[in-house]
């Protein structure tokens, strides 16, 4: 099985996924097993010919892209909650724009910058 481009069937899709130490030199790889629709397979397995990438390296962009989305969904859904647990009060976006001098048609305009926040 080639290390980088490795496929146990049509539908399971064995991959490698790289971690960076560091820009010089890769740690390991660990091996994962995805399970795909025949159709799935197809697509990616036209993706990688069409581009003349391997099948691994789409499979790792989509994980990496999709983690970044967790992880930052997950950061909201935290930060939220440490919110409403510490008793917080919020505000409706008119009340604070009163607060900074900002009109709502300055924000649609775009000229609400950081140097507000200061006033």
Known sequence: MDELTGY????????????????????????VTVRLSAEEERRLETLAQR???????????????????????????????NFEESGG??????ELLTELGLGEAEISQGRATNDAADR
């Open 8 to 31: 146990c069937n049509s539908v399971v899709f064995c991959l490698h996924v790289l971690q960076k130490v560091s820009v010089l030199r890769m740690a390991p790889a660990m091996t």
């Open 89 to 94: 009060r919020s505000r409706p976006i008119g």
């Open 51 to 81: 581009t003349g990438r391997t099948k691994s390296y789409y499979v790792r962009q989509a994980i990496q892209a999709h983690l970044e989305d967790l992880e930052d969904a997950y950061a909201g859904d935290e930060a939220l909650r």
